[in-house]
């Protein structure tokens, strides 16, 4: 049998630092694990726009159509801001989501043990937080139309279309609770039914999924701005929660920060079967690009080479493999390998990301 | 010259409860201080729609038109859930804002010192937290059309828009600007300009009457995800913050539950000039109904206190008796007076809200 496919779109900004130790990973799987992958690269973001005019070429889209996964590293920085809203480099990363259909994004807010000091929370607070955030990714305000900005007499009107069909909702609704079950069996899922007609469709169609399909699971309903509260207030009341895109977003975001330490959290963002079984699927780390740090050597590469975890463990049933890449990081991390971003209060010398690199490839 | 007017609107749950104590604080600066109102009461929420048959009757919404300003308790409870969207309680308290064109919505977060350790943050994170956020209260995706639910082939769709305009959009930055002139003279706007042409609108004029008429306040843009990471992450970065109306949604109640005490928070929603200069203006509590502890005499009257402190700020121009009031609140709270919400860790015995506004009148 063939090996399996991966795309590497690295993108900008620190993305291709930290894809950089990914590769390694790879590498590493290929020497020791006869697990090899059949590896290719190209561009997105601002760094596809720097050599095509656009974030996204037809035959990067084509490719990413064709393998079993893209690993995506980070798009957009400062030199892309005053770009056309059309060529931005966050479009580029838009149009995979959409034209792959990768509509079920999972975002776990895992908190690691040796980190939880870094949490602007209280540690008894987050200490062991293990949290899958589901946003739906492919639709809602996102991609809605109509869209955009025109004049109405003497001055402009800028629209958004949040619009979900009842079967966008039901297949993320069915994603979100087939993990559930395994995990702790319970989901909660957020929107603003109280302001909301899209809101009240979206409550009814996971709860009608729920009972239909899947009555063992435990199912709440709550308010997104409650629920943003209760993420502050309690975040380990929750398991698995689902909600749309937009307040994907920000409660995704909200969740990280509770772990504090946004350079540790992977995402996968997975679309309907193909014809070999495995899913449509692009990974990609939590964190941006990071224009601030790039070029210094000092990113940690860790929620990247998680992402590429969750893709061994998703994309190609390797859940064996994903927990001993999981649990080197875990060791690195209780043996007091320390990026920059992951330094205390207190001080101390952090090491590079190869450094980190090299320490998890020792560990393994 | 006639005594200023003020509709009280208590609405459900804790509503009535947290509300008569307000009327004691109305009282005492009557009898004390020579601020004498005219008090008149009428039904909103639910409790109008047990009596009306809808959540707001015209009549009360034609008084709430002609007084000086409108406190409001909470609307909604589970006993409504079913109800009909149209005639659901959140409709009256979204009339109210609507037909009064309270575009500015402040809602503060600040950390009380004597109750720093409630919040799930760290003390140092939240301690002397103090930021305001200006939402936009009458547009937006609350109100944007078209909206609903239909149905398209086969399948159920759900719509709602979101919609700004210009002008819209320019009087609640103007807001922002001007209270960051009293404050810090710093304003921080967010929205989602990567991906919806609305944030791009917004980011746009925000910028333009700012380097038009407050070029004197720094201001800053931030997406809103990371509005929320950092709002969790490093909260005292923030003074005045400017958002739209979901947006603010979700992020008030975000940056509220940092400071550990929902049952202390009040807010302002405030309009056009009226006749007589004053704006239009009504202010209610950042807590909602919370049918769990209704009828107990467990609620916080606290928030509710402190909008009658932002009416005497804002609506009446009585600066010293505001700080008087709010004087008043962290002695007692200094002193030691906690409210069931307000019960650490070690316990202790909570006093009731009776007792807590005996203790606010005895301060006074
Ligand atoms: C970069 C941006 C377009 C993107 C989004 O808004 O979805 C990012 O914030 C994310 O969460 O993946
Ligand atoms: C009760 C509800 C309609 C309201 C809103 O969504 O605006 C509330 O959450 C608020 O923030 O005042």
Redesign the pocket.
């Known amino acids: 049998m063939a090996n399996p496919s991966l795309l590497i779109l690295a993108g900008d900004g620190i993305g291709p630092e930290v894809m950089a130790e990914v590769r390694r990973v790879i590498d590493w799987f290929g020497a020791n694990k006869d697990l090899t992958f059949d590896v290719s690269e190209d561009l997105v973001g601002g760094a596809a726009y720097d050599n095509h005019g656009t974030p996204l070429h037809d035959d990067t889209m084509a490719k990413a159509q064709k393998v079993d996964a893209v690993l995506l590293g980070a ?2 920085g400062p030199k892309y801001d005053d770009l056309d809203f059309s060529v931005k480099p ?1 479009r580029g ?2 149009r995979l989501r959409k034209e792959m259909d990768l509509f079920s ?1 999972l975002r776990p807010a895992q908190c690691f043990d040796a980190l939880a000091d870094f949490s602007s929370l209280k540690k008894d607070i987050v200490s062991g937080l293990d949290i899958m955030i589901v946003r739906e ?1 492919t639709s809602g305000v ?1 991609f809605g139309e109509p869209r955009g900005i025109h004049r109405e007499g003497n001055e402009r009107v800028g629209i958004n279309t949040q619009r979900y069909t009842e079967s966008e909702i039901a297949r993320v609704a069915r994603s979100a609770f087939e993990l559930a079950r395994k995990r702790s069996n319970k989901v909660c899922s957020m929107e603003k039914a109280n302001v909301m007609e899209s809101g009240i469709l979206w409550r009814d169609v996971v709860q009608e999924i729920h009972d239909a399909e899947y009555p063992d699971v435990e199912l709440s309903h709550m308010y997104a701005d409650n629920g943003a509260m209760q993420l502050v207030r309690a975040p380990k009341q929750f398991d698995v929660i689902v909600t749309d ?1 937009l307040f994907g ?1 920000v409660l ?2 909200c969740a990280a920060m509770l772990t504090g330490s946004l350079g540790m959290l992977p ?1 996968a963002s997975l679309g309907l079967p193909m014809a070999n079984g495995r899913p449509k699927a692009m990974y ?1 780390p ?1 964190h ?1 690009s990071a224009p601030d740090i790039t070029g210094q050597g000092k990113a940690n590469p860790i929620a990247c080479i998680l992402s590429f975890a969750m893709a061994l463990r998703y994309s190609f049933d390797e859940g064996a493999h994903a927990d001993l890449l999981e649990g080197a990081v875990e060791r690195v991390l209780a043996d007091g390998a320390r990026t920059a971003d992951l330094m205390g209060p207190d001080g101390g010398t952090p090491i590079s990301t190869t450094e980190m690199g090299d320490a998890i490839l020792a560990a393994l």
Request: hydrophobic share 30%; charged share 25%.
């Open positions: 798009v957009g966050e990363l838009l994004n990714l996102y895109n977003d995704s975001d995402s990609e939590v941006g």
